[in-house]
Nanobody, 116 residues
Framework: VQLVESGGGSVQPGGSLRLSCVGS????????INWVRQVPGKDLEWISI????????AYADSVKGRFSVSRDNAKNTVYLQLNSLRIEDTGVYYC??????????RGRGTQVTVSS
């Protein structure tokens, strides 16, 4: 399993980012993909999942209504649209197959920094 995240950056509160996750080395279109994040000083937090077909999604309460996950299996890519960003969304964002808490199932992450 190889997953590579990109799209992170620095934005002001209220801003938006679009993260991408490209998978390789496994049948990407048969796997659900999670997004998790590491916020400074806190445990790894699950924030979203999309199923293999892309027709079922779920979100943590902390991001519901602000973040949106989608996928394009033709491109082996999952996206996470981050809107209405808050300072507390700052952290490293990872995509992962399940179980997501296994480091070997995650990519290296992409940094999101929200500050004024």
């Amino acid at each position: 399993v190889q997953l590579v995240e990109s799209g992170g950056g620095s934005v002001q509160p209220g801003g938006s980012l679009r993260l991408s996750c490209v998978g390789s080395g496994f049948p990407f279109n048969l796997y659900g993909i999670n997004w998790v994040r590491q916020v400074p000083g806190k445990d790894l937090e699950w924030i979203s999942i999309i199923n293999d077909r892309g027709d079922d999604t779920a979100y943590a309460d902390s991001v519901k209504g602000r973040f949106s996950v989608s996928r394009d299996n033709a491109k082996n890519t999952v996206y996470l649209q981050l809107n209405s960003l808050r300072i507390e969304d700052t952290g490293v964002y990872y995509c992962a197959t399940s179980p997501w808490h296994y480091p070997s199932n995650r990519g290296r992450g992409t940094q999101v920094t929200v500050s004024s």
